[in-house]
Each structure stands twice: as structure tokens, then as C-alpha cells.
């Protein structure tokens, strides 16, 4: 694997040899052109010379962006302190990460915490700061929005940038270009990225190569299954391809604990690596292949950041003996030599336990993988879009100018100019012809699936809407060039899954909650609700729980005639609380949804974007096979956009209802009697039953299953007009595609025919001219045109 600056070397080498290949080429067309030719021909020297600059200025001053996040407990921050070389981010047992801190590499060590809305804690900016006091400041800041956020639903999660001369740069042996910016953003934890400013941060991840930290400790199953879905919430959260994240099984320290080890930890990191994999490829179809080469690391953070923190004098005491204290298992054979008070130990018995902690904690080889990670994955991040900008500033222009104005001039003479004119209106009408037919092909079962739900709306069927996508995907792959795209267009189709599945993980939450009466709302989903309407449901849940609205009527529900005045109030209380709890569950399912919708709709703008880098690559194919001597270019960035407009929305209701009943009441009414046998002397008490109609609160109370499966039903109903929301905008996407298309490929033959016309005007060309000058210009301006849409295969050829 080349280093990162040999790439970009490569690439900026590549592209000042385009711009003499361009030098001596108009060099020697000149010489056969009028006069008049000039002006544009400086203008496309300008441009070029221009795009250049830029082009090389970029190449030489990258943005290496790496984005950490990671599953609970699973020392985040501290890989976050590793990066750095030092312990400035907030490290606690409990989730710290509460807003998004970006690290900025400087020689000058600076703090900033931004204003925020509502900010309790000091804001501002220090310089000359050290490491102990940022480490404190944005603990503060972090604390006190943490312990404050409940009672204040506007508070802002705090913001923070650091500038330090961070280690990953100084030490780790990165081959950059020289004026590479190299920064870190620690983003925040899960249950708190939807907070705008920290989504603000996490959008900028689209670019960034990701480290993914999966916490290697946790032993329970049930919080395992519960970490991998952490993961895939994290992966979708960051964006793009997996292939650009590295996870790292961290505190894999655990394992030298076992008598089994090395084999415990061997069998470990195979099922983690595995139950990863499964999971992604579960739930992000369209990274199948990318997921396979998935690329897992192991990693002890604490002890390989002790072992930096050794040496240091600053910090050598307090790591010495926390070394000693938490990682004795990993010294242990050293420990032996060493006085038991760590303040005697010299430098070289020092050295030794740094040596020993980076060496068993996979320091080294944590590092080494990181290497080849931004190696391999930053060029591609950067160098495209670089390639693809220079290219639409400048390199397109003097393809299609050389290609054009060559072949312009050799069809300049009266004879042949009349039939060049008729050549480019059968050219036009071809492609016209071409891309009508490609926008059909693509359009066709997307109209298909329009109608079809339309005709569900009309008629209220109860058909599976998403079916319908499912066929216009499959239909459509039966088309070229669109039977490459294997399971690239799934998230069309599979938001569904995780808008159940999310849905569900809610529901059963709730459900176990009330059975057990013991309430648990710690799932991943509910994580990222808002945590004021999470804690109200959880209050509800605990209400109905003391009202006796759990174990067997939880899961059986109950018939109820209320009689009593107690037993009335119990039942409207329950009555109130059930109407309580669908508001707040409505309330967090609604929020849940929108997180995920977010997610999904994300994987669908890039399914679509990829659709359309697809269709963009045939039709410019295929447009210059029709018409070779033009030079057809459809610029992806410019094209392959799609709008981001589209929503998902849900509402749902709840609630049972308390219905007036009559009962009746048997009562004893006294009476005295004389009895006979006394001579009617002696009276007797006697009572007599009577009936008595009384009103009662009847109620038949929903088991939990009862209760929760309205809101299934109700997600169902949303389902057909969510996929009427695609059908409509896919169209409506392809609609403007097509408008754009047309656009730019009827200015592209516009503009030959202008350079045709006006060679016809002010060219006199001669036969043999046209042989020993123009022909051998016509394949140069060829050669040229090549080359610079070579700039960019170049690179795909040597990725």
C-alpha cells in the first residue's frame, strides 16, 4: 500500500502533465487557426491554469477527518485520549459523551466552548490551556448539562473545539501531504445525537474515516444483542459505507484473565467479529460486499494510553499506579522485579511496564491498522471529488473544445459542412431518441408503482405496499445497465424492517415493563427519544403498575364493574393512566420513528444517488458512442443530486373507554312479627330480602398484547401512504434528472454546431492540409481528451 502523500503526489504529478499536454497542444493548433481563435483559446488557458491551482492546492491540503463514537461502556473517550496522547476528554463509568467535541491538530493548545441555547456553564475561549484544566472545563460543561437536562427541554448540548498538537499526527508515522488538516471529532454519545448542534457535527462524518469501538467486557447476552444494535444505529448515524469505518473490540483485556486465555479471547473476537458482520449486513443490504471485508481490530485503550502517560513526567506517578491497580494481569511477570511502591520505580523499571502495557493491550498493531486504514480509505474520500471539480472548472472544456473544434474544422469546407449539419441533426435526434428510451427504462416501474398505489388509496385495500417496490426494483434490474446494482437500491424498501423493528423494540419495552412491574426503558431507540418524554412514560408506567395494572392483568387484561366508590375511583384512575400512557407512548413512538426515518431516508437519498451515478455513467457511454467526435460529458456532482425533501410522518391514538352499567343490590329490610305460638305475645325481628337497581362503572381493562397492537395495526396503515410518498418523489427525481440531461446535451451539440458554423465561415481548408495537418490534429485532440477523462480512471485504476 503506497502512503497517502505518494497518492496525491501521484494524482497533482498527473495533472501538471494534463496542463502540457494542453500547452503544447494549443501551441500547435494555433499555428493553423485564425487569429480570432485566440481569445477563447487564452480563456481555456486561464481556466485551466486556475483549476490547476486549485486542484494542487487541495491535493497538498487535505482534511483528514477521523469521527469516533461507540457502544456503552466501551472507553470512547479514552480511545479519544489515545488519539490524542494525553487525557483531556471526560472519561466516566456513566455516558460522558453527552456533546460533540472537535480536536483540531495546532502546535498551540487552545480550548473553545461555544455559545450555546441555554448554556449553564461557562462559555468562551482559553489559550495556552493545559491538558488538565480542558479535561476539567469540559467535564463541567458536560456535568452540568447532564444533570440539568430534564428539567430544561431547550437546554443545547455543549459544543467544544480544541486545538492540540495531538499524538496520531507527531508520532504515528502518517505519511500526509505537508499541509494535510488533520482534525478528530469525538461525537456524542447514543442517547444524544439528536440534539441539532451534535447532528450539526455528525453530518460532517459523510467525510470522515470512522472508528467504531464495541465494548469486548460485556458478558449478559441480553445487553450483547443490545450492543449490536448500537452498532448499527452508530453505522447508519455515521453514514456511507462501512468500508470506511474501523471497529475496534475494545478492553479486550478482559480475556487474559481466564485460565483458557489465548483461546477465550480468539474465540471471542470470531463470534464478535461474526455477529457484527451478521447484523450490518441484516440491516444495511446495499454494503453486502463491503461489510465482508469488514475490517475488525483489538484494542485495550486504558492501559496503551497508561503506557504513554508513563514516561511522561507530568503524569508518571498517577499512571504508574494505575497500571499497578487495574492492569496487574498485564505486568505481572515485571512486577515481580519492581518494588510493590510504585514511587520507587526508576525510569528503566518505568519503561519496562510502558513497554509490557503497549505491547499487551494491541497498541502497536492498533496503530498499524489505523495506518492502513487512512492509506487505503482517505484518498478515496478526498482525491474523486477533487478530480471531479477540477474537471467541471476546466478539463471537460478543453476536452470537448480540442475534440470539437479539430473535427469542426476537417468538416469546414462547403461540401462536407452541409452533411456535418445533417450528421449533427440525426446526432441529436439520436440521442434524444437514446435518453428518451434510458428515462423510460428507468421511469417505467416507478410509474407502474405510482398507479398501483393510487389505485390501493382509492379502493382502501389492505394489499403490502412495500411489495410494490420490491417488484418496480426488480423490475427495473432487469434492465441494463441496472442489473449491476445487486442489493443497492434495498433501502427503498427495507425502511420498513427498521421502522418495525424500532416500533416493536418500543412495544416490548413497554410491555415487559408493565408484566414484570419492574420498568426498563434502556434499548438503543429509546436511548435516542428525548429523554424528558421517556422519563414521563416511564412515571405513567410506574402508576399503572401500583394501580395493579401488571403480572396477570397486564398479560390477560380484566373485565371490571366498578361498584364501590373505591373501586369506581380505581377504575377511572386505570382509565387515566392507559389514556395517559397512549399520549406518552405516542409521543416517544413518534420520536423514536423520526429518529429512524432519518437514518432511513438517508439510505434512500444515497440508493437513488447511486441509481443515478449509474444511469449518468451508461447514457454518457453510450451518447458518445453515437456521437464520438463531441465530447458528451455528464458531471455526477452536478447531475446525480438528488432533494432531500422527503418525510415520513406518524400519528397514532389509544385509549379504552369506561362504559355506565346497573347492577342490582340485594339488601335486608327489617320488619317485626308476632309469633303465634307466643299467643302473639313475643315479637320477632325478621329481614326480607329486597332488590335494589344500582348504576355501575363497567370496563373491559386491555391486556398489554391488546392494548399495544393497536399502534402495529396503525403502523401498518402509515405504510401505504409512506410508499405513495416514494412512488411520487422517485418520479419526481427522475422528471428533473431528465430535464438536466437534456439540458446539458443539447448545449453540448449547440456548441458544436457553432464551432462547425464558424469554421465554415473562417476556414479555407485544402484537401492536403486536411491530410498532413488536420488529420493528425484530430487524433491529437483525441489523445488529449483522453488523457484528461483519464485523470480520473487513473485513479480508479489504481485503487
Not at 494491541?362 to 482525491?383: D, G, T
Not at 478543453?398 to 475534440?403: D, F, L, N, R
Request: charged share 25%; glycine share 4%.
Amino acid at each position: 500500500m503506497s502512503s497517502v502523500y505518494k497518492v496525491f503526489e501521484e494524482i497533482e504529478f498527473k495533472a501538471k502533465l494534463l496542463a502540457q499536454y494542453w500547452h503544447n497542444f494549443h501551441t500547435e493548433i494555433s499555428q493553423h487557426l485564425p487569429e480570432s481563435y485566440q481569445p477563447e483559446i487564452q480563456e481555456l488557458s486561464n481556466n485551466l491554469q486556475t483549476a490547476l491551482t486549485q486542484l494542487i492546492y487541495e491535493l497538498q491540503n487535505p482534511t483528514l477527518t477521523l469521527a469516533t463514537t461507540g457502544t456503552t461502556s466501551s472507553g470512547k473517550s479514552t480511545l479519544v485520549n489515545l488519539l490524542c496522547g494525553a487525557e483531556i476528554v471526560p472519561v466516566a463509568v456513566s455516558e460522558m459523551s453527552a456533546g460533540a467535541v472537535t480536536i483540531e491538530y495546532s502546535k498551540e493548545k487552545s480550548l473553545i466552548i461555544h455559545e450555546t441555547p441555554g448554556a449553564l456553564w461557562e462559555c468562551g475561549e482559553w489559550r495556552g490551556i493545559s491538558d488538565d484544566k480542558i479535561y476539567q472545563r469540559l467535564y463541567q460543561a458536560m456535568i452540568s448539562y447532564i444533570e440539568n437536562r430534564e428539567t430544561q427541554p431547550n437546554l443545547a448540548c455543549p459544543q467544544s473545539t480544541i486545538s492540540y498538537p495531538f499524538r496520531l499526527l507527531k508520532e504515528s508515522q502518517l505519511q500526509l501531504p505537508k499541509g494535510t488538516r488533520v482534525r478528530i471529532l469525538d461525537l456524542p454519545g447514543l442517547a444524544y445525537v439528536g440534539d441539532q448542534g451534535n447532528a450539526n457535527v455528525i453530518k460532517q462524518c459523510r467525510e470522515a474515516l470512522c472508528i467504531v469501538t464495541y465494548n469486548s467486557a460485556e458478558t449478559d447476552s441480553q445487553k450483547v444483542k443490545s450492543l449490536l444494535q448500537e452498532v448499527v444505529q452508530q453505522v447508519k448515524d455515521l453514514g456511507g459505507s462501512p468500508a470506511r469505518m474501523l471497529f475496534v473490540l475494545n478492553r479486550i483485556d478482559v480475556f487474559r484473565a481466564d485460565r483458557s486465555w489465548p483461546e477465550s479471547e480468539n474465540r471471542f473476537v470470531e463470534k464478535a467479529i461474526k455477529s457484527i458482520k451478521n447484523e450490518l449486513t441484516e440491516q444495511l443490504k446495499e454494503y453486502t460486499e463491503d461489510i465482508e471485508t469488514l475490517k475488525v481490530v483489538k484494542l485495550s485503550t486504558w492501559p496503551a494510553l497508561l503506557s504513554l502517560q508513563i514516561p511522561n513526567y507530568i503524569y508518571s506517578a498517577d499512571a504508574c499506579k494505575k497500571a499497578d491497580n487495574h492492569f496487574n494481569g498485564l505486568i505481572e511477570d515485571i512486577l515481580e522485579d519492581l518494588p510493590r511502591n510504585t514511587q520507587k520505580w526508576n525510569s528503566h523499571d518505568k519503561n519496562r511496564v510502558a513497554e509490557a502495557l503497549w505491547q499487551k493491550s494491541y497498541a502497536e498493531e492498533f496503530q498499524e491498522n489505523l495506518r492502513e486504514h487512512i492509506n487505503k480509505h482517505f484518498p478515496q474520500l478526498v482525491i474523486p471529488q477533487i478530480i471531479e471539480r477540477f474537471n467541471i472548472a476546466a478539463g471537460n472544456a478543453i476536452a470537448e473544445w480540442a475534440t470539437q473544434t479539430t473535427n469542426a474544422v476537417i468538416n469546414s469546407s462547403e461540401e462536407r459542412y452541409q452533411e456535418e449539419c445533417e450528421n449533427i441533426s440525426q446526432i441529436r435526434l439520436s440521442i434524444e431518441r437514446f435518453l428518451d428510451i434510458s428515462n423510460s427504462n428507468l421511469r417505467e416501474p416507478f410509474e407502474k408503482l405510482d398507479t398501483k398505489v393510487k389505485q390501493v388509496l382509492a379502493e382502501e385495500l389492505k394489499d403490502d405496499a412495500v411489495n410494490y417496490i420490491k417488484t418496480a426494483i426488480a423490475e427495473l434490474q432487469n434492465v441494463e445497465p441496472y442489473n449491476e446494482l445487486g442489493e443497492k437500491l434495498s433501502p427503498l424498501f427495507v425502511w420498513r424492517d427498521a421502522l418495525r423493528k424500532g416500533l416493536q423494540q418500543v412495544l416490548e419495552a413497554v410491555a415487559k415493563s408493565l408484566e414484570t412491574g419492574k420498568i426498563d426503558l434502556d434499548s438503543p431507540n429509546l436511548k435516542k427519544a428525548n429523554i424528558l418524554d421517556v422519563n414521563l412514560l416511564s412515571r405513567n408506567l410506574k402508576r399503572l403498575v401500583n394501580l395493579g395494572y401488571t403480572a396477570s392483568v397486564a398479560k390477560e387484561g380484566k373485565t371490571m364493574e366498578a361498584r364501590t366508590e373505591e373501586e369506581k375511583n380505581q377504575l377511572q384512575q386505570i382509565n387515566e393512566e392507559l389514556n395517559e400512557l397512549a399520549i406518552h407512548l405516542n409521543i416517544v413512538i413518534e420520536d423514536v420513528l423520526k429518529q429512524i426515518s432519518t437514518q432511513e431516508l438517508n439510505r434512500i437519498y444515497e440508493a437513488v444517488s447511486e441509481l443515478f451515478r449509474y444511469y449518468l455513467s451508461y447514457i454518457e457511454d453510450e451518447s458518445n458512442n453515437i456521437a464520438p467526435n463531441i465530447s458528451i460529458k455528464f458531471p455526477d456532482s452536478q447531475l446525480g443530486k438528488v432533494d432531500n425533501q422527503l418525510t415520513f410522518n406518524f400519528q397514532f391514538t389509544a385509549g379504552f373507554a369506561i362504559t355506565q352499567g346497573t347492577w342490582e343490590e340485594a339488601t335486608q329490610v327489617e320488619r317485626k312479627e308476632r309469633l303465634w305460638y307466643t299467643l302473639w305475645i313475643v315479637e320477632k325481628t325478621i329481614y326480607d330480602t329486597q332488590y335494589q337497581t344500582r348504576s355501575s362503572d363497567n370496563a373491559q381493562i386491555p391486556s398489554v398484547e391488546d392494548l399495544l397492537a393497536g399502534w402495529i395495526i396503525q403502523s401498518q396503515d402509515e405504510q401505504i401512504k409512506i410508499v405513495n410518498q416514494i412512488a411520487r418523489w422517485l418520479l419526481e427525481q427522475i422528471d428533473f434528472l431528465k430535464k438536466n440531461v437534456d439540458n446539458i446535451q443539447n448545449d453540448i451539440i449547440d456548441r458544436y454546431q457553432e464551432r462547425l458554423n464558424r469554421a465554415n465561415q473562417e476556414i479555407t481548408l485544402d484537401y492536403e492540409k486536411q491530410k498532413n495537418v488536420w488529420l493528425p490534429m484530430q487524433t491529437k485532440a483525441q489523445n488529449l481528451s483522453a488523457e484528461f477523462s483519464g485523470l480520473g480512471n487513473y485513479w480508479k485504476s489504481n485503487n
